[in-house]
C-alpha cells in the first residue's frame, strides 16, 4: 500500500481516522498494523494487502463466495477466458463494460477486483490513473498482487467486503464492479457503499450475470435461498439505485445466441 493511501481510508466499523504502524518509513508500506483512533479495532497489512476483514467474522452468502473464491482463484483465470470464447473472447466482453468509465487521470476504486483481470485493459488508456482494488477473497487478492507485481503497476489491494468500504466519502472519481453483486448478502448496502466513495459527479459502472444466468448459477451452486431460506433475489439491481443518482441506463451485454447474458447498469453521481 502507498503510504498516501492513508488519507484515504477509514475504519469499515466506525469510519473514524486510522493511523499507521509501521517500521520501515518507505513509500510502499509491505507490513504493518492500521488503528482505529475510535474504536481502536486494529488492522494488519500483510504483503501489501491490507485485511479488514476476516473469514471467520464473515456470514451468509458473503462467507460462503469468500470461500467458494479462495478455492476458485485457481481456475478463474482460464475459466474467464472460456466462458467469454463464445461471446467475442474476453476483450470484447470487459472492454463493453469498462469504455463506459470516465477515466480521467483519477483514481479508480474496483470493488471486487477478483484477480485483476480487467486490469490489462484498464491500464491501455492513456487516462486512466491510479487503480485501488477491494475484494473478500484472499486468494484472489493474492494472485492480484502477484499479477500486479509482474505487470509492474501501482495497485493498493484490500481485503473487505463490497457493503462496508474502508474508504473515506468522496475519495474516488470512478467506481467499477463486475460480476460479484447478484450474489451479495447486501446488494443496497453495496450500491450505497460505492455512491458514498464516489466523488460528486463521479461514474459509476456495474456488471454482472443476467437474471436467467444467475438462476442458473444459483440453481447448480445450490444459493438461490440464502441460510435464512430467503430467496435471492438476483433481478439487475437497477431499482436499488436511489432516484437522486443521474443518467441511469441499463443495457444487455454478453450477446450469444440472440440472448444477453449479462447487464451493464451505470450511473452518476450528481455534481
Ligand atoms: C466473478 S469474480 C469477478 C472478479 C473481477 N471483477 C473480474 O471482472 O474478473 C467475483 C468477485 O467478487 C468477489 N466478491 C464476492 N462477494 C463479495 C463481497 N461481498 N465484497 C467484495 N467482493 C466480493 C469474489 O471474491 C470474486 O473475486
Request: hydrophobic share 40%; net charge positive; glycine share 10%.
Amino acid at each position: 500500500m502507498k503510504r498516501s493511501t492513508l488519507e484515504l481510508l477509514c475504519c469499515p466499523n466506525c469510519q473514524a481516522a486510522l493511523s499507521l504502524r509501521d517500521e520501515c518509513g518507505d513509500e510502499t508500506v509491505d507490513e504493518g498494523d492500521l488503528l482505529c483512533l475510535h474504536c481502536e479495532r486494529s488492522f494488519l497489512i500483510r504483503n501489501g494487502i491490507t485485511h479488514f476483514i476476516s473469514l471467520q467474522e464473515l456470514e451468509g452468502l458473503n462467507r460462503r463466495f469468500a470461500r467458494f473464491y479462495n478455492w476458485f482463484s485457481h481456475f478463474g483465470a482460464i475459466f474467464g477466458k472460456m466462458l467469454f470464447l463464445p461471446m467475442g473472447g474476453e476483450r470484447k466482453a470487459r472492454k463493453v463494460i469498462l469504455d463506459r468509465l470516465d477515466l480521467n487521470g483519477g483514481r479508480l476504486l474496483e470493488v471486487s477486483i477478483g484477480a485483476g483481470d480487467n486490469l490489462p485493459y484498464l491500464f491501455e488508456s492513456p487516462t486512466m490513473g491510479e487503480v485501488y482494488g477491494l475484494d473478500i477473497s484472499a486468494a484472489q487478492l493474492a494472485r492480484c498482487r502477484n499479477f500486479v507485481a509482474k505487470r509492474g503497476w501501482s495497485v493498493d489491494l484490500f481485503l473487505g467486503m463490497a457493503e462496508v468500504l474502508p474508504f473515506k466519502s468522496e475519495s474516488f472519481d470512478s467506481v467499477l464492479h463486475i460480476g460479484g453483486i447478484n450474489f451479495f448478502s447486501e446488494k443496497k448496502k453495496a450500491i450505497n457503499e460505492m455512491i458514498r466513495v464516489a466523488r460528486p459527479g463521479s461514474k459509476i459502472v456495474i456488471a454482472d450475470e443476467s437474471e436467467r444466468l444467475a438462476k442458473l448459477i444459483a440453481r447448480i451452486g445450490g444459493f438461490s435461498r440464502s441460510r435464512q431460506g430467503r430467496k435471492v433475489d438476483m433481478s439487475v439491481p437497477v431499482h436499488l439505485v436511489p432516484d437522486t443518482m443521474e443518467e441511469i441506463r441499463v443495457d444487455g451485454i454478453w450477446k450469444m445466441h440472440g440472448q444477453y447474458h449479462g447487464y451493464c447498469l451505470e450511473f452518476r453521481k450528481p455534481a
